[in-house]
Nanobody, 120 residues
C-alpha cells in the first residue's frame, strides 16, 4: 500500500523557517520524481519544488526560488522541503507528490497535506 506522510507544518511568523518532511512507503522511492505542491484557499494547486530521482537537479517555482530548498534521502525514503524567509503568501496546505511517467503508464501518488500558516 502506497503511503506519503507529510509532517512539519505549523504556524510561523513572517521571516521564519519550517522544514517539511514526507515519508514514503509502498513503492520504489528512488525511481520516482518527488514534488512539493501547495494550495492556498481559493487558489489552484501549484508546483513549488521538484527533484528527479536520476540527476537530483532541483526545480522551483519563481515565487520560492532562493528561499525554499528541496532534498531527498533515498536511504530513508524521505523528501524534505526547507522553507526559509517565509511570507504570509506562503500560507497554504503543502502536499507531497510522487510521480513516475513511462510509455505505458503514469503513477501519481499524493500525501494528505500539511498546513503551513505564516502570520504574525
Amino acid at each position: 500500500q502506497v503511503q506519503l506522510v507529510e509532517s512539519g507544518g505549523g504556524l510561523v511568523q513572517p521571516g521564519g523557517s519550517l522544514r517539511l518532511s514526507c515519508a514514503a512507503s509502498g513503492f520504489t522511492f528512488n525511481t520516482y520524481t518527488m514534488n512539493w505542491y501547495r494550495q492556498a484557499p481559493g487558489k489552484e494547486r501549484e508546483l513549488v519544488a521538484t527533484m528527479r530521482s536520476t540527476d537530483r537537479i532541483p526545480g522551483y517555482a519563481t515565487s520560492v526560488k532562493g528561499r525554499f530548498t528541496i532534498s531527498r534521502d533515498n536511504a530513508k525514503n524521505t523528501v524534505y522541503l526547507q522553507m526559509n524567509s517565509l511570507k504570509p503568501e506562503d500560507t497554504a496546505v503543502y502536499y507531497c507528490n510522487a510521480r513516475s511517467i513511462s510509455l505505458l503508464k503514469v503513477d501519481d501518488y499524493w500525501g494528505q497535506g500539511t498546513q503551513v500558516t505564516v502570520s504574525s
